[in-house]
């Protein structure tokens, strides 16, 4: 009877794990402990089974003899050959041509900063949202303003204290001057319009409180350095800030960030000064007759103030104005002047060895944000004379906390009450 073929089957199956009670024993960061670990897992699982390690180190068969798994060592005839010298001098000659691509190349380098950090890994911040004042605390502030600045009545008199009649007696008798009350329009328009739309916008600045000190609150600012330290210069380059996350970022102007103090500035948070009630006027004929001594400027013909125009010239400046340089970067669509989810800027020819190129911005958080935030900001650098793209993920760690903004609106009530202004 002929012999029949022997079928070896080969299963592999990942779902064992190393045995957890050895891990004071065997490091498992080291890939032979982890196949000793699975081992004796298995062995433990099916205890009925031929279950050995197969292996050419001596360091497993230790730490298997030791725990009582049987190993068995690989035969020497199992194991290739050594590479020859051919192949080792073929693979050397690739790497230094590698080399050589790479050296002719843009070399991007990165260099993250942010508020307390140069070279930072992450960009991390706080949050601030201020809850909303309570409708009967806002109704309690407008009363407070209220009784302070409250509708004047009385329109008449122009001073009512002792001194200032004397002053007036004096005024009239001496001047000849006259005093002349408000008109009913003036009156009207202070107690029907000013007076009213004053106390409906203060109304309207503490509804909307808890946003404006939400958005003034210290921000989360970075910088992104940018280098070319390769020995030739990136063409048509293009490099690009895209969010991964539930935030947007929002660009940076260059006056924004001169200094450090105006990278988180706060801004001033105020109620509207109440308008001033109208009041008479002094009439003088004295400064009536000054009036017509007065000598009337020179007038000058419009033709000579007219310029003479120039189409070709016009034209000219508006092209040597819009031309984009070489060798700066511009923004692929524009400045984008809020929230994005990205920026692009790219450059024709991106010079090696200069100052690098910065991109700034601030991290913004919808309004309507529940919890702390993770994400990431994705860097890439396109170049045509770049073999690969370059990449590199910076992490995004936002926390959020919640405050009650009832203490900073008494303040600025207090304030308007002081007629001051006051920062948060």
Not at 106 to 115: C, E, H, I, R
Not at 359 to 372: C, M, Q
Request: net charge negative; with cysteine.
């Amino acid at each position: 009877m002929a012999s029949q073929p022997v079928v070896v089957k080969l299963l592999l199956d990942t779902s064992h794990r190393p045995a957890p009670d050895l891990a004071e024993q065997l490091d498992y960061t080291e890939p032979d402990n982890q196949l000793v670990g699975i081992t004796a897992t298995y062995c433990r699982e099916f205890p009925d089974d031929d279950v050995r390690l197969l292996t050419h180190d001596t360091g497993p068969m230790v730490s298997a003899k030791t725990f009582g798994i049987a190993f068995l060592p690989i035969d020497e005839d199992w194991l290739l050959d050594p590479e020859s010298i051919q192949q080792e001098k073929q693979i050397q000659k690739l790497k230094d041509d590698l080399t050589k691509l790479r050296n002719a190349e843009p070399v991007v380098d990165v260099v993250l900063v942010t508020s307390d950090q140069r070279g930072a890994k992450t960009i991390s911040g706080e949050f601030v949202i201020y809850e909303p004042l309570p409708e009967e605390e806002i109704e309690r502030l407008l009363s407070r303003i209220r009784m302070h600045f409250p509708l004047a009545t009385q329109f008449e008199s122009p001073e009512s204290s002792k001194e200032a009649l004397v002053n007036a007696d004096i005024k009239r008798r001496l001047l000849g001057t006259r005093f002349t009350p408000p008109s009913n329009d003036e009156i009207l328009e202070y107690q029907n319009t000013s007076y009213p739309s004053w106390l409906i916008e203060c109304e309207a600045v503490l509804g909307s409180f808890h946003d404006c000190l939400s958005a003034n609150a210290k921000r989360t600012v970075f910088s992104i350095e940018l280098s070319n330290h390769g020995s030739r210069p990136g063409k048509d380059v293009l490099i690009a800030l895209r969010v991964s996350g539930d935030f947007r970022i929002r660009h940076r102007n260059k006056s924004e960030v001169e200094s450090a103090e105006s990278l988180n500035q706060n801004y001033l948070v105020t109620l509207p000064a109440p308008p001033s009630p109208p009041k008479g006027r002094w009439e003088s004929p004295l400064a009536k007759m000054a009036d017509f001594g007065s000598v009337s400027p020179t007038l000058l013909s419009m033709a000579d103030l007219t310029p003479t125009f120039d189409p070709g010239r016009l034209e000219a400046l508006q092209a040597s104005r819009y031309a984009r340089a070489q060798d700066a970067f511009y923004w692929k669509e524009g400045c984008p002047d809020g929230p994005v989810d990205a920026f692009e800027i790219e450059c024709k020819q991106w010079r090696h060895g200069i100052k690098p190129e910065i991109i700034t911005g601030e991290i913004l958080l919808p309004s309507d944000v529940t919890g702390d935030v993770a994400g990431a900001l994705s860097l890439t650098v396109h170049a045509e004379n770049l073999s690969a793209n370059f990449s590199k993920a910076i992490p995004v760690r936002i926390s959020v906390t919640r405050q009650e903004s009832i203490k900073k609106a008494e303040e600025c009530v207090e304030a308007l009450l002081n007629q001051s202004k006051i920062r948060f």
